[in-house]
Antibody, heavy 120, light 107 residues
Framework: EVQLVESGGGLVKPGGSLRLSCAAS????????MNWVRQAPGKGLEWVSS????????YYADSGKGRFTISRDNAKKSLYLQMSSLRAEDTAVYYC?????????????WGQGTLVTVSS | DIQMTQSPSSVSASVGDRVTITCRAS??????LAWYQQKPGKAPKLLIY???NLQSGVPSRFSGSGSGTDFTLTISSLQPEDFATYYC?????????FGQGTKLEIK
C-alpha cells in the first residue's frame, strides 16, 4: 500500500525557516517524480515544487523560487522541502504527492498534509 | 503560465442528477489534464487522468472528455458521497496549474 506521511509543519514567525519531510512507503520511491502541493485555508490547490526520481530535474513555482528548496533521499525514501524567508501567505497545508506512474504530470497519491502557519 | 478556469464555481444538484463541470485552459494542453475530488479536511483524490482515463477504483459514473483547451468532467448519477469540491489540473508543462475549484452542493 502506498503511503506518504508528512511531518515538520508548525507555527513559525515571518522570516523564519522550516523543513518539511515526507516518508514514503509501499512503492519504489526512486522511480517516481515527487511534488509538494499546498492549500491555503479555505482556498484552492497550488503546486509548489517537483523533483524527478534521480533529482536531475527540479522545478519551482514563482511563489517559492529562491526561498524553497526541494530535495530527496532515495536511500531513505524521503522527500523534503526546505522553506526560508517565510511569509504570511505561505500559511497552508502542504501535501507530499507522487506523480502518476502511467500519466506524466497527474498526481495519483497524496499524503494527509502538514499545516504550516506563518504568524508573529 | 497556463491558466485553468473552471465553471461553474459552485453548483447545487440532487442525488441522481447528471452534473457536468467544465475546465478551460488558456492554451492547449493536449490531453494532459487531470481531475481531482476533495472532501472537507481530506487530501484530494485523483479521478481522471489524461483527460478521459478513469483512475483505478473510481466509480464508472465519473467520466472525462476533451482535448486541447476545453475539458469536461461528468458525473452521470450523483450519489451522496459525490458532494465535494472538484479541481482540474494541467499536466503538460511547469508550473503545473489547477483550476479554482467547483463546489458541488446538495440541493
Amino acid at each position: 500500500e502506498v503511503q506518504l506521511v508528512e511531518s515538520g509543519g508548525g507555527l513559525v514567525k515571518p522570516g523564519g525557516s522550516l523543513r518539511l519531510s515526507c516518508a514514503a512507503s509501499g512503492f519504489t520511491f526512486s522511480s517516481y517524480s515527487m511534488n509538494w502541493v499546498r492549500q491555503a485555508p479555505g482556498k484552492g490547490l497550488e503546486w509548489v515544487s517537483s523533483i524527478s526520481g534521480s533529482s536531475s530535474y527540479i522545478y519551482y513555482a514563482d511563489s517559492g523560487k529562491g526561498r524553497f528548496t526541494i530535495s530527496r533521499d532515495n536511500a531513505k525514501k524521503s522527500l523534503y522541502l526546505q522553506m526560508s524567508s517565510l511569509r504570511a501567505e505561505d500559511t497552508a497545508v502542504y501535501y507530499c504527492t507522487r506523480d502518476h506512474s502511467g500519466s506524466y504530470g497527474s498526481i495519483d497519491f497524496w499524503g494527509q498534509g502538514t499545516l504550516v502557519t506563518v504568524s508573529s | 503560465d497556463i491558466q485553468m478556469t473552471q465553471s461553474p464555481s459552485s453548483v447545487s444538484a440532487s442525488v441522481g442528477d447528471r452534473v457536468t463541470i467544465t475546465c478551460r485552459a488558456s492554451q492547449g494542453v493536449s490531453s494532459w489534464l487531470a481531475w481531482y475530488q476533495q472532501k472537507p479536511g481530506k487530501a484530494p483524490k485523483l479521478l481522471i487522468y489524461a483527460a478521459s482515463n478513469l483512475q483505478s477504483g473510481v466509480p464508472s459514473r465519473f467520466s472525462g472528455s476533451g482535448s486541447g483547451t476545453d475539458f469536461t468532467l461528468t458525473i452521470s448519477s450523483l450519489q451522496p458521497e459525490d458532494f465535494a469540491t472538484y479541481y482540474c489540473q494541467q499536466a503538460t508543462s511547469f508550473p503545473r496549474t489547477f483550476g479554482q475549484g467547483t463546489k458541488l452542493e446538495i440541493k
